[in-house]
């Protein structure tokens, strides 16, 4: 289930200069039994954000082996927890979180609107042993519609896409400083991998 760190430019550089390219990562609207859970602040969606129940957009990565892949591969290795925005400090509260997230089957993937080379530093100076997509262009933020279009920066935001590709849960305008484990599970509707830890330990 592991993935480690990836380092991507999000899309294909000629699919930026031709956007007519775009059209097989949008993601259709299903109607969909959408799980949903309280939050500790209220979400404030921004406009172009994919929707709960939503597909979400397919997106196109390089993999650290310089592979091309999509965000169908990474949902074959279970559901996927993408962070846009992330500071050093919830960086580090994501991989403290990591292990519980995968015995979930849930795989952390934070996207970060800079360049290869400045994602690379960023995992090795923090140690991170999951997911890292460098964006330097904001097509991903674009794609689900996190991007600033004044400043041209991602905001922060998160989405919950289970197996099948959905977004079961979403939120924007800040991120969550814990517990990034109980929120998934229950979008997800799944036992807390932490909750189950602690009860196994009695």
Do not use: I, K
């Not at 262009?137 to 905001?155: A, K, M, P, Y």
């Not at 800040?174 to 909750?195: F, R, V, Y």
């Amino acid at each position: 289930m592991y993935l480690g760190p990836l380092l991507a430019a999000s899309l294909l550089a000629s699919a930026l200069n031709n956007p007519s390219d775009h059209s097989h990562l949008q993601g259709a609207v299903d109607s969909y039994n959408a799980v949903s859970v309280d939050h500790t602040a209220p979400v404030a969606e921004f406009p172009g954000m994919p929707a709960v129940g939503a597909a979400a957009p397919d997106f196109t990565y390089q993999s650290h082996d310089m592979l091309w892949q999509n965000l169908h591969d990474m949902l074959e290795q279970g559901s996927v927890l993408l962070v846009f925005g992330a500071n050093e400090e919830q960086l580090r509260q994501l991989e403290h979180e990591r292990e519980a997230l995968l015995r979930q089957g849930v795989v952390p993937v934070v996207v970060q609107d800079r360049r290869d080379h400045d994602v690379w530093a960023t995992v090795r100076r923090l140690n991170l042993n999951y997911s890292l997509l460098a964006d330097p262009h904001c097509v991903l933020s674009e794609q689900f519609g996190v991007l600033d279009r004044t400043s041209r920066q991602e905001r922060s935001a998160w989405f919950v896409v289970d197996r099948s590709g959905h977004v079961r849960g979403a939120g924007s305008g800040s991120l969550p400083s814990q517990d990034w484990t109980g929120l998934t599970a229950g979008l997800l509707g799944q036992p807390d991998a932490n909750t189950l830890r602690s009860a196994s330990a009695e």
